[in-house]
């Protein structure tokens, strides 16, 4: 008789997988969604400003009384008759997903890698948009690789999943990092729009502060900062490290070694909180063995105080 199969394989918790990112749907869904305005359109995400947050709808003739800046200046171009763009509400709010691919991420003590962890998150956040009647959408900093913006529909999920777990597979060769990202999720999202960034510490204190606050107007963000629990609890003996090729061995037991070692990875986590709070941005440190679920709470939480 052959001996009953594991139930984790040896790569569980380093490589993400479809399996465990569909999984998740459960622990989404079973959170109370956030409270969303009323209106008198099913799915309307209200613009807070007038002639945002709308989608194109057609173009017709130009009416004395229209607004010069709606002017459809290439079908004017084309017919010789002035036309105005017509607009209507957005039916449905965009959840944007923002994957930082840091290497540094890849990394891992318990539990699960940061990576791993982050692809878990991400699903979370697609599960909870298509609870809540989001469209859903995801990226990453690329150059090459455009942003994956599946259709409406059930299907829609999966292709933000799978998206997920081949970026947090293994390092991405291409890695234009989370400016190059932020770029792209600026074109994409519109006011009303809620956006997650998956981040490392230091792909967020790389970037300008000035950064931050114009991706907060108008819209939902959230950054969770991905973090293993030996950073912000290394244990109070000697740690065999590999720098630069050689092995190694830290003596945390030394006062003077974790105050240093404080100072390069507890205290950049206390700067980016305040930046991204400053920002109007909400944010909390995730750690690789926290429950993946565990920050959801700060989706419709309000403005960062």
């Known amino acids: 008789m052959s001996a009953p199969l594991p139930r984790e394989t040896p790569a569980a918790g380093i490589v993400p997988t479809l399996e465990e990112l569909v999984a998740l749907r ?15 359109s099913a799915g309307i995400a209200p613009s807070p400003i007038r002639g945002r947050g709308m989608e194109y709808a057609e173009s017709r003739e130009y009416s004395a009384g229209d607004d010069a800046r709606h002017i459809d200046w290439r079908l004017t171009a084309r017919t010789g008759r002035a036309h105005t763009k017509l607009y209507q509400a957005e039916r449905e709010r965009l959840t944007l997903l923002v994957a930082d691919t840091s290497p540094l991420l890849y990394f891992g003590t318990r539990t699960r890698f940061k990576s791993v962890q982050a692809a878990r998150a991400g699903a979370v956040a697609a599960w909870a948009a298509l609870r809540d009647g989001d469209r859903v959408a995801a990226l990453r900093g690329s150059m090459k690789e455009p942003p994956v913006v599946p259709p409406p529909g059930p299907h829609a999920a999966l292709r933000v999943l799978d998206a997920l777990r081949r970026w947090y597979a293994t390092p991405q060769e291409e890695n234009a990092g989370l400016g190059v990202a932020l770029d792209h999720a600026d074109r994409l999202l519109r006011p009303g729009s809620r956006m997650l960034v998956l981040a490392d510490v230091g792909s967020v204190l790389a ?3 000035a950064r931050w ?4 107007r108008h819209r939902e963000v959230v950054v969770l900062l991905l973090v293993d629990p030996i950073e912000h609890s290394p244990p109070q ?3 065999p490290v590999i720098s630069g090729g050689r092995r190694v061995e830290l003596d945390l037991a030394s006062e003077a070694v974790r105050a240093r070692w404080r100072e390069q990875l507890v205290a950049p986590v206390d700067t ?4 991204l709070s400053r920002s109007g941005i909400r944010a909390q440190p995730l750690s690789s ?15 960062a105080r």
């Open 207 to 209: 970037l300008p502060e």
């Open 237 to 239: 003996t000697q740690l």
């Open 289 to 303: 063995e926290a429950a993946s679920e565990s920050w959801l709470g700060l989706f419709g939480a309000g403005p």
């Open 213 to 216: 606050p114009g991706l907060a």
């Open 272 to 275: 980016a909180l305040k930046r």
């Open 26 to 40: 459960r622990a989404a869904v079973g959170r109370r969604p956030p409270r969303r305005a009323r209106s008198g």
